[in-house]
């Protein structure tokens, strides 16, 4: 893991302009009023159930850690339940990146970040029993549901 990394492409994308459309990007893909980066991405658990597991478990870590950098910075937060927002989405139509992420993580980070009109979500993507495991930054100008 690149620490120093992950945290300037987070810095970053919370001044880039947000595309049109939704499209794939140089560092994951993004849409109308957001960016969903890929940190970190390990095996998929159909190739390597056991390596599967560990990089689950090291992106975990990984996560945590760009939380405690995070939080140094924009303050402690609670961690933002996802599996509610995915239950809502059987019977409202929520806005992405929110929608989407709530399919693929449990728990987020989350942050508001002043003066930039956006939020910021660190979250570990492994819902996807045929997926890689990912460790995501989403940049977002919408409001979590």
Not at 20 to 28: F, I, K, N, R
Not at 71 to 98: I, K
Not at 103 to 112: N, T
Request: aromatic share 8%; glycine share 8%.
């Amino acid at each position: 893991m690149n620490l120093a990394r992950h945290i300037a492409l987070i810095d970053e994308l919370c001044f880039r302009p947000f595309p049109a459309e939704h499209g794939p990007s140089d560092v994951g893909f993004s849409g109308p009023g957001h960016h969903v980066a890929v940190l970190e991405s390990g095996d998929r658990p159909d190739l390597d159930p056991a390596g599967w597991a560990v990089t689950a478990d090291q992106f975990e870590k990984d996560r945590d850690a760009v939380y405690e950098l995070l939080a140094s910075r924009w303050g402690d937060t609670d961690p933002y339940n996802l599996q509610t927002v995915r239950l809502r989405t059987e019977r409202e139509d929520l806005p992405e990146p929110w929608a989407w992420l709530s399919h693929h993580a449990g728990m987020a980070w989350l942050w508001e970040v002043h003066g930039t009109g956006r939020w910021v979500a660190v979250a570990l993507a492994d819902r996807d029993p045929s997926g890689s495991v990912q460790l995501l930054a989403v940049v977002t100008e919408t409001a979590p549901p």
